[in-house]
Every structure is written in C-alpha cells, then in structure tokens.
C-alpha cells in the first residue's frame, strides 16, 4: 500500500487516470467516499488478502486431511486388517478414501483366499498321508511276516500275499484318485468339448455294467423321453462322473435291486439323474458327500474299497462343465442329480435353490 500510494503521488499522470475513473465510479454510486484515496485501496487489497487466506486455510484443511488418511494408512499397514478409514469427505479426497477401503476389501479377501487354499492343502496332506500309510503300514506287515517265516502253510503265504496285494490296489487307485482329482482342481485344466449324444453315451455306459448289475441281481434301466439329446461336453470326463455315480450305487445302495438313470431335456439344460433305491443316506451326510475324502458311516465303507475322491472330482468336473450336481435322499430313492448346459458358450443357468 505505502509502495502504491508512493507510485501516485510520484506519478501524477497515474493518480490523474486514478481519480478521473474514480469520478466516474463516484458518480454512479453516488459516493465519493469509499473510492477517494486509499478507501479505494483498502478495500480491495482487504478482499485480496480474505480470498489468499481462504485459499491457503482450504489448503492447509486438504494437508490435514491427507496427513489424516496416511496416518489411517499406516495404521492398517501395519496389520490392522479389519480396519476401515472411517470419516467421510467431499470431493476428490472421498474417492481416494473409497478406493482405499475397496482396496483393502479385496487384499484382505485375496488373503483369506489365499489362507483357505493353503489351509485345504495341508488338509488334503494330512488326508493322504494318513490314507497312504494304513494299507501301507498293512502290506508291510504282512509281507513281513511272509520275510520272516511266520506262516504254517503255503495257503497262509497265500492269504497273506492277497491281503498284501489288495491293500496295494487299494493305494494304487487313491494314488489315481488324487491325480484325477488334482488335475480336475487345477483351473487352466483343459476341457476337451465334442458334440455327443447323451442318451446313447448313458445306454453304453449302462451296457457295461450289465454283467455286474447280474451278478448283484439288480436292474440298471436307462428311463428317457428323447429319442437323442446332442449337447457339447467333455465325454472323457463326464464317463468318469457316470462311472462313479453308477459305482457308488452299486457299492452303496444297501439292499438295493434298481438303479435307474434318467435324462430329460430342459430349455437349455440337461437334467441325468442316477438314482437307486435302498437305505437312505441321513440327513446331515447328504451335504458332505461332496467333500472330499468324506464318506458316510466310515466303518461301514471300510469294508467297501474307495477313497471318498470320487463325487469330489465328479462335483469339479460338472462344474468345468458350468454346470452343477446335488444329492437327495428320502427311504425310497438316493438321488444324484446333474444340471448340465447344453452348449458350452451358452449362458450359464443358475440353481434354482441350490
Ligand atoms: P471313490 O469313488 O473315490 O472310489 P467313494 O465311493 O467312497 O470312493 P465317493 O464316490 O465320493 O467316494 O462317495 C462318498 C461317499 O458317499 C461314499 O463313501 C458313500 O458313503 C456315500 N455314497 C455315495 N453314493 C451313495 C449311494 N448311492 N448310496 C449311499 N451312499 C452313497
Ligand atoms: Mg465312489
């Protein structure tokens, strides 16, 4: 101010200019006095000055609140996971804010992921092993034994080889299961689609199983109204599904003398349902059948080789497929059954309830 009020009194030009459009201000507001002299000056530095201390409080404000949330950041940084930066802001800051806690959603979720995956490994680990070693811990046994001289008769040395060689199947086809199972789970496993016709792959299959079905004494019946149904698939894969399905029912199904296969075509799906009559399967196992290595009444199905894989693989192989398998029970009928979509790039069709 003292500059510029020396520049007009070194200036008269200047304070000329200055007081002619002040005249004419002065004139049209009808007032001399706020644009005589320095009240012009004043007032007009004085707005200056309220709009640069605005602008810098708004700044410093922002500072603040960026200070705020990198402190907030720091404390989840430092593993606090649960925490979300809590307050709400206007503007750019409150989509930093949001992003911030989207962000941790979704690493705090990556990690639990991560943790379950690990989890169910160790898990499958301690599963396997455990499986491996009882038969194995058994073949041993007995060939030692057989080592060692301990049998009176050469029927012994053979009861003991066949107990032997048994337990050895039995390792060899949950060795197969696991495979088949880890190849199934891994997510870039190759689904190798044909067009097919499903009625005819379930005759076949059913065919196979006739001699078994005579020697059980029940009746394995194909029940369909479609004459074909042609649909994509991985025919390889899905057999193994069948296959397990129509075992386990012949396994499994006590006192059964039916297994029927039915299939039916809906909108844009295929419906194949393996069922046998028999023994219910209760309630509270029906919906850990298809876990794996879980089988129900385990002292019942030692008796039964398996390795409780099976319906885990056929779950991971239908849902390659984008489809989905559940089971029902009642004391009638064991029910598995299969929702397929027809075509492989057709819109996935969702549960109804399931
Ligand atoms: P694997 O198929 O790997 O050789 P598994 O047959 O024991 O072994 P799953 O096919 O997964 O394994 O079946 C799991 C369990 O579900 C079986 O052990 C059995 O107890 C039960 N189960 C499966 N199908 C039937 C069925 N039709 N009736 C009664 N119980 C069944
Ligand atoms: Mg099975």
Redesign the pocket.
């Known amino acids: 101010m003292v500059l510029f009020s020396q520049m007009l009194n070194n200036s008269p030009d200047l304070s000329d200019a200055i007081y002619r459009s002040k005249n004419i201000f002065a004139n049209n507001l009808g007032s001399d006095i706020f644009w005589s002299g320095r009240n012009f000056v004043i007032p007009f530095f004085l707005i200056i000055d309220v709009l640069i201390i605005c602008w810098r409080l708004i700044r410093r404000y922002r500072q603040m609140q960026l200070r705020h949330i990198i402190n907030e950041l720091h404390y989840i940084a430092n593993g606090n996971y649960d925490y979300r930066i809590p307050f709400e802001l206007r503007g750019d800051l409150s989509k930093v804010v949001d992003s911030i806690n989207g962000l941790v959603d979704s690493t705090v979720a990556a990690i639990e992921d991560e943790r379950a995956i690990e989890k169910s490994k160790d898990e499958l680990i301690t599963n396997v092993s455990h499986d491996i070693r009882t038969p194995l811990t058994s073949i041993i046994g007995y060939l030692g034994l057989i080592e060692d001289g301990q049998y009176q008769s050469p029927d012994e040395i053979l009861k003991y080889t066949s107990i032997a060689y048994n337990k050895a199947k039995q390792m060899k086809?949950l060795v197969e299961?696991l495979f088949e199972y880890s190849k199934v789970r891994q997510p870039s496993v190759p689904v190798n689609t044909i067009s097919f016709d499903m009625v005819q792959l379930l005759e076949q299959l059913a065919a196979d199983f006739e001699l078994e079905a005579r020697k059980k004494n029940i009746q394995v019946l194909v029940e369909t109204q479609e004459p074909q149904l042609i649909m994509d698939g991985d025919t390889e894969k899905l057999v193994r599904v069948f296959n397990?399905?129509i075992?386990?029912?012949f396994?499994?199904?006590?006192d059964a003398d039916k297994i029927l296969i039915g299939i039916e075509k809906s909108k844009n799906e295929a419906i194949v349902t393996v069922k046998?009559n028999?023994?219910e399967?209760p309630r509270e196992?029906l919906d850990q059948?298809?876990d794996r290595f879980?089988?129900?009444?385990e002292s019942r199905?030692q008796e039964?080789?398996?390795?409780?894989?099976?319906?885990?693989?056929?779950q991971n192989i239908i849902n390659l497929h984008g489809g989905y398998i559940y089971a029902q029970?009642n004391e009638e009928w064991?029910s598995?059954i299969i929702h397929l979509p027809l075509y492989k790039n057709q819109v996935k069709t969702l549960p109804d309830n399931h």
């Open positions: 086809s299961d397990n399905l075992t386990n029912a396994k499994y199904g006590t046998n028999g023994k399967i196992a059948l298809f879980y089988r129900v009444d199905s039964i080789s398996g390795t409780g894989l099976g319906l885990a693989i056929a029970s064991t598995f």
